[in-house]
């Protein structure tokens, strides 16, 4: 079930010419690196330069078959605690202040915030008097959609093909999920024929950048890394390494920070900017990724990231966890940066283009 959109190919903005495709049996030519020292390619079959391979954990899990309804099923898993804590109230109830009262609680315990919750409230109220609704199944429904009604804008197919590199950079507070994302994305992006590099720009971490380059190793997809460095030279490479390849979807990794780090807030606006440097117009999306157990905290790193980057759009993983999905309420209501992605597991299959009706169907039961 899980498709991109996908433009007409476009004619590459740089004629691959400029650097032959390396053979899988010799390792490419390299790129010449932008004040910074030159970087490490790994191809597959290859050893990296900067550190020996280690007995790193695989980035994904094997790969199954994603039916829809499984993983609706699964998402509904995920998120059943809100689902049961939400659909308990219409059962057998009175249409009354305290069920409005109760719906709100629920609905801030679910991580909507404040603004969402007086807004579903607020409409719902409107809805059962202009329709005189009399019984809860009715209401349920109404909330329902509304619900969906709030969440739809957020929903955005993420479309392929618009650039020759489409280059996408990835960031994201420590532990978010960043390079599982990326993995499973640049599988995603394999099965429907895209040619895929990615930049291990997390030169902070060194486990992180190894990681990802036994994943590239074993997933047929080159990274380019450096064993210390500049993250936005690694960037810078392999935006260009990328063009003159003529590789379909460059994503750029990047180390794992906290808004209140400020410095670290800078070195990625740094990033974003020698992105640009590379190929005018890139990158061309910019990605948040947040772990869906942060609760409202969410909603901090949405505004702050996109203050910082102007984000293009977000990731929400780990909705399988202690997650309440009501963060997407608030989301759309105080930030509504598109959701191109959300997980609920560590497989391939376990990330998938975000819906805002199955979503609200999980979330409502
Ligand atoms: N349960 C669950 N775990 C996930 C999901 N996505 C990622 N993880 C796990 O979360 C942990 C952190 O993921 P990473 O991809 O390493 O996170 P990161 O943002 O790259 O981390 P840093 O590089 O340290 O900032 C790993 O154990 C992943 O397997 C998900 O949707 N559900």
Same mark, same amino acid.
């Given at each position: 079930?899980? %498709?991109?959109?996908?433009?007409?190919?476009?004619?590459?903005?740089?004629?691959?010419?400029?650097?032959?495709?390396?053979?899988?049996?010799?390792?490419?030519?390299?790129?010449?690196?932008?004040?910074?020292?030159?970087?490490?390619? !790994?191809?597959?079959?290859?050893?990296?330069?900067?550190?020996?391979?280690?007995?790193?954990?695989?980035?994904?899990?094997?790969?199954?078959?994603?039916?829809?309804?499984?993983?609706? %099923?699964?998402?509904?898993?995920?998120?059943?605690?809100?689902?049961?804590?939400?659909?308990?109230?219409?059962?057998?109830?009175?249409?009354?202040?305290?069920?409005?009262?109760?719906?709100?609680?629920?609905? !801030?315990?679910?991580?909507? /915030?404040?603004?969402?919750?007086?807004?579903?409230?607020?409409?719902?109220?409107?809805?059962?008097?202009?329709?005189?609704?009399?019984?809860?199944?009715?209401?349920?429904?109404?909330?329902?959609?509304?619900?969906?009604?709030?969440?739809?804008?957020?929903?955005?197919?993420?479309?392929? /093909?618009?650039?020759?590199?489409?280059?996408?950079?990835?960031?994201?507070?420590?532990?978010?999920?960043?390079?599982?994302?990326?993995?499973?994305?640049?599988?995603?992006?394999?099965?429907?024929?895209? %040619?895929?590099?990615?930049?291990?720009?997390?030169?902070?971490?060194?486990?992180?950048?190894?990681?990802?380059?036994?994943?590239?190793?074993?997933?047929?997809?080159?990274?380019?890394?450096?064993?210390?460095?500049?993250?936005?030279?690694?960037?810078?490479?392999?935006?260009?390494? /990328?063009?003159?390849?003529?590789? $379909?979807?460059?994503?750029? $990794?990047?180390?794992?920070?906290?808004?209140?780090?400020?410095?670290?807030?800078?070195?990625?606006?740094?990033?974003?900017?020698?992105?640009?440097? &590379?190929?005018?117009?890139?990158?061309?999306?910019?990605?948040?990724?947040?772990?869906?157990?942060?609760?409202?905290?969410?909603?901090?790193?949405?505004?702050?990231?996109?203050?910082?980057?102007?984000?293009? &759009?977000?990731?929400?993983?780990?909705?399988? &966890?202690?997650?309440?999905? &009501?963060?997407?309420?608030?989301?759309?209501?105080?930030?509504?940066?598109?959701?191109?992605?959300?997980?609920? /597991?560590?497989?391939?299959? $376990?990330?998938?283009?975000?819906?805002?009706?199955?979503?609200?169907?999980?979330?409502?039961?």
């Amino acid at each position: 079930m899980f %498709s991109f959109f996908k433009k007409k190919p476009v004619v590459p903005e740089t004629p691959p010419a400029a650097a032959p495709a390396p053979t899988p049996t010799a390792p490419p030519a390299a790129v010449p690196p932008v004040a910074a020292p030159p970087a490490a390619e !790994l191809q597959p079959g290859s050893q990296p330069i900067s550190a020996p391979v280690p007995a790193a954990e695989p980035l994904l899990a094997v790969e199954e078959p994603a039916p829809r309804q499984s993983w609706i %099923s699964r998402l509904k898993a995920g998120l059943s605690k809100t689902s049961a804590n939400l659909s308990i109230l219409f059962v057998g109830a009175k249409i009354d202040d305290d069920l409005y009262d109760e719906l709100e609680a629920a609905l !801030l315990m679910a991580d909507a /915030g404040v603004d969402a919750t007086q807004y579903l409230l607020d409409a719902l109220k409107r809805k059962v008097k202009e329709d005189k609704l009399l019984d809860a199944a009715a209401v349920k429904a109404a909330l329902r959609t509304l619900m969906i009604d709030l969440l739809t804008p957020l929903q955005r197919p993420f479309e392929l /093909g618009r650039h020759q590199p489409l280059v996408m950079m990835i960031s994201g507070v420590n532990g978010a999920g960043k390079t599982t994302t990326i993995g499973k994305l640049a599988k995603h992006m394999q099965s429907h024929g895209q %040619s895929v590099l990615l930049a291990a720009g997390d030169t902070f971490r060194a486990a992180a950048r190894e990681q990802l380059m036994v994943w590239g190793q074993r997933n047929n997809v080159t990274v380019i890394s450096q064993a210390s460095g500049d993250p936005a030279a690694v960037s810078f490479d392999a935006v260009q390494s /990328g063009k003159a390849r003529g590789i $379909d979807v460059v994503m750029v $990794d990047t180390a794992g920070r906290l808004p209140t780090q400020l410095h670290l807030m800078e070195e990625l606006k740094k990033v974003k900017r020698v992105i640009g440097k &590379g190929m005018e117009g890139a990158p061309h999306e910019t990605l948040l990724v947040i772990d869906g157990n942060t609760g409202q905290n969410a909603l901090a790193q949405v505004k702050a990231f996109d203050d910082a980057l102007q984000l293009t &759009g977000l990731v929400i993983t780990k909705l399988d &966890g202690t997650a309440k999905g &009501g963060v997407l309420a608030a989301i759309a209501r105080v930030r509504p940066v598109p959701v191109y992605f959300i997980g609920i /597991g560590e497989k391939i299959e $376990d990330l998938q283009p975000f819906v805002a009706a199955d979503f609200v169907e999980a979330l409502l039961g």
